[in-house]
């Protein structure tokens, strides 16, 4: 029987031991007082906890993510480095570049003065329709645990705390706030504490307690706080609220909730103070939350006298690996004649090039270029490429809601195509075709100007009651979520005003607008266009602070001619800050635009497609009612597929989306949100300089009507996870019913034969009973194609069947293999012990599943051409 080492899968390598130790972490503590121990335990504004001289702890800055790092501004001008989404992260099925993108993570965290970055977020894929899909990880909580815990080793590799979030079975938006979700003892801990007991073991430092309600109490007051988490975990980090979460003085306190933000809390001040005084809340209570807070401060280095842990060097070439990023998350659905890789046509004898050499050769910095010459026949050459599409000009590489960011710079497909086929004899034609936007555009610098200073952008203006500026700053966009310059003296205003000179290079009738909330007014040369009251829609934060409601107006404008425009909104007590300034031009006639698109292709040799959604389709604070393309894409591509028969489809959303003509069009490739980096990752697949590295971390459905996919709407409050633990391919499996892809479905550019499967136990290294028996699978693969290639090798688990749990193909492990043409290569799979335990309510813990135990292994749900038993 194999022994397997502490390092390995098997037996996670237990936490490194925080840079303070009890004792004195117990000197500290007799300096404090009861007060200045409550008042530790909530932040010190929106995203900054309190420091204490006398103990030396320094405040500690928080940050959203997980895409990137925003700090604690939405500032314009604050930019972030902004990675591929959760779905994509997924997707590549490769923990190792998981935990570079951490490592990243941290070096921008520490650039701003960061200390806690609030990801990676360890919900799972419940539905498809979930506003935050694009997000989370998976359908799976195995992947999602994995890709997860390789997050949080990056990020804390570099001395900044992860956050594991929102704890637990936060899984949806429609009344997240409050919904109750009930679900069964075994279904959740086998599937949705799953992650975050993965994240627990991997170290994380903080978790998050979620907004909504889990079998009747809330998660700022819930028992799983305790236990597992505290517990059987043995979690020894923060416990911070989602902001505005914690919802009450005692029951909270006597929770293990630590750290209540944003603060300071109206609840966890003199009202707390007063509970520890009448006995409520004991002391000991309120010294071990403040233990954990300076366990923490003293792991980021917020804690005098403690050296921090060096943390590891940041990544050379961070736009280099985004670009990495982007490529191996791209999932290739379909490749009918082998359409992809495309090939540009050889430049003219002498012909002069502008691209450099990488351009030319290789592609990104650690692209896999190799077999990029084989014996495989290449595409017919390129003379004439259309890109077409409404994400082709205008990348979409993120999701909404608090995860946005400000992309340091974005590079759109067409961008990065043109780049790559710069000094080729390929010429590059585009149409939009469609248009998707459903919020106006708010000002940029492309097209307005500082009324002020003449500056391209925008003049922001805080004005109080009496008309008199209090303070004023210059800003790139006419969307301003809060004050950057003097937070502070703004708030005190009554009044937010942003006004640019606009100089219109269309006729015709222009949209204008203004967003937020309250009373709102928008002048043109001083014409009033709008002056009335908005009410607000929802009181859900995202929807307050990020993206509250909008009122149009149009007008003719003169080309050539500055416009002047002045938006002002009144500032009240929870309305948030939230303001823009919107322009938008006539629209072009769609039909035409569409004929333009189709006769762009036909006159091409070949046409790329890119469609999707947007950040104001896939976002937090509301879930999808469709997952139709919006607006007529479906329509688009039909149209381009029927005129060019070499059409490739590239979709850019964060989460499953309806694909009516996936038959039809030759090559679909699928590219999430991809990050900043998203053109050159795109054209580094599309011509061959790597290999589409992805795999569906979730199934896709054909369509919502039919489909085995359980709803986002509580009904009395109340969310019923009935479904159990059948989520995703499980589900579909279960009912009986295909999808239009299967999870862990995705192709390359080689094709790989399946050859043997063997299993044998093992146990950890320090023996250990036949309760922690895990297993070692071997498959064998080869790669029959002509150039080199990457395949990963996906384990499935049947059992017998239980009274929950009907013991169908459950993943219970994977590895990537890398081999060249003809060769073949052994992928060893690590079965964790946990895949044979099920949990047991009257018992308390985990108990064996019924046997018989088969291993089954191949490169999705839907196929596994190998399988062995496992006798235990």
Known sequence: ?????????????????????????????????????????????????????????????????????????????????TLPSGTALAATWDDDLVTELGGLLAAEARRKGIHILLAPTLNLHRTPTAGRHFECYAEDPLLTGRTGAAYIRGVQAGGVAATAKHYVANDSETDRLTLDARVDERTLHEVYLAPFEAAVRAGV????????????????????????????????????????????????????????????????????????????????????KVRRILRLAARVGALDGVPAPRPAPAPRDPRGLLRRAAAAGCVLLRNEGALLPLTPAPAPAGAATDSAPGDRTGGSPGADTSGAAGTREASPPLRRLAVIGPNAAAARIQGGGSAGVFPEAVVSPLEGIREALSGTGTQVVHAEGVNLATRPTPLHPGNSHDPRTGQPGVLLRYLAADGAEICAEH??????????????????????????????????????????????????????????????????????????????????????????????????????????????????????????????????????????????????????????????????????????PRTVVIVNSGGP???????????????????????????????????????????????????????????????????????????????GATPAYWFGHGLGYTTWAYESLTVR????????????????????????????????????????PDDHDDGGPRLAGYAAVRAAAGQAAVAEVLIEPRAFQRWSPPEGGWVPRPGPYVLHAGPSAARQPLSAPLDR
């Open 1 to 81: 029987m194999t022994m397997i080492t502490p390092g390995s899968v098997s037996a996670p390598q237990p936490a490194a031991a925080p840079p303070i130790s009890d004792a004195q972490i117990d000197a500290l503590l007799a300096r404090l007082d009861l007060t200045a121990r409550i008042r530790l335990l909530s932040g010190a504004s929106t995203f900054r906890t309190q420091q204490e001289i006398a103990v030396g702890l320094r405040s500690m800055g928080v940050s959203d993510g997980p895409a990137g790092v925003r700090g604690e501004r939405w500032d314009e001008r604050d930019t972030a480095l």
């Open 205 to 288: 430092w903080v978790v998050m307690s979620a907004y909504n309600r889990v079998n009747g109490t809330t998660m700022s007051e819930s028992p799983l706080l305790a236990e597992p988490l505290e517990g059987s975990w043995g979690f020894d980090g923060v416990v911070v609220s989602d902001w505005g979460a914690t919802r009450s003085t005692e029951a909270a306190a006597l929770a293990p909730q630590d750290l209540a933000m944003p603060g300071p809390h109206p609840l966890w001040g003199e009202p707390l103070a007063a509970a520890v005084r009448e006995g409520r809340v004991p002391h000991a209570a309120i010294e071990a």
């Open 475 to 644: 800003r790139l966009s006419g969307r301003i979520l809060e004050p950057g310059d003097a937070p502070e003296l703004a708030r005190t205003a009554a009044t937010v005003e942003v006004s640019a000179l606009v100089t219109p290079m269309a006729p015709g009738e222009w949209r204008f607008a203004v967003v937020g909330l309250g009373a709102v007014t928008l002048h043109a040369d001083g014409e009033p266009l709008i002056d009335t009251h908005v009410a607000a829609e929802s009181d859900d934060p995202t929807y307050v602070h990020v993206a509250p409601s909008f009122r149009t107006a149009t007008r003719k404008v003169a080309v050539g001619e500055p416009l002047h425009l002045v938006a002002t909104r009144a500032l009240a007590p929870g309305q948030g800050l939230a303001v823009a300034l919107a322009a938008d031009p006539p629209r072009p006639e769609e039909d035409e635009a569409i004929a333009e698109a189709v006769a762009c292709a036909s006159g091409a040799d070949a046409a790329v497609v890119v469609v999707g959604t947007t950040d104001e389709i896939e976002s937090e604070g509301f879930d999808r009612t469709s997952l139709a393309l919006p607006g007529r894409q479906d329509e688009l591509v039909a149209a381009v597929a029927a005129a060019n």
């Open 657 to 735: 989306v309806e694909l009516p003509w996936r038959e039809s069009a030759p090559a679909v490739l699928l590219c999430w949100f991809p990050g900043q980096e998203a053109g050159h990752g795109l054209a580094d697949v599309l011509f061959g300089r790597t290999e589409p590295g992805g795999r569906l971390p979730t199934t896709w459905a054909a369509g919502l009507h039919g489909a085995p996919l359980p709803g986002t709407t509580p009904d009395a409050g109340v969310l019923d996870y009935a479904e159990g633990p059948y989520l995703g391919h499980r589900a579909w499996r279960r009912a």
């Open 761 to 800: 136990q093992v146990l950890p290294a320090d023996g250990g009973s036949a309760a922690e028996e895990g297993a070692l699978a071997r498959v064998t693969v080869r790669n029959t194609g002509d150039r080199a290639g990457r395949e990963v090798v996906q384990v499935y688990l049947t059992t017998g």
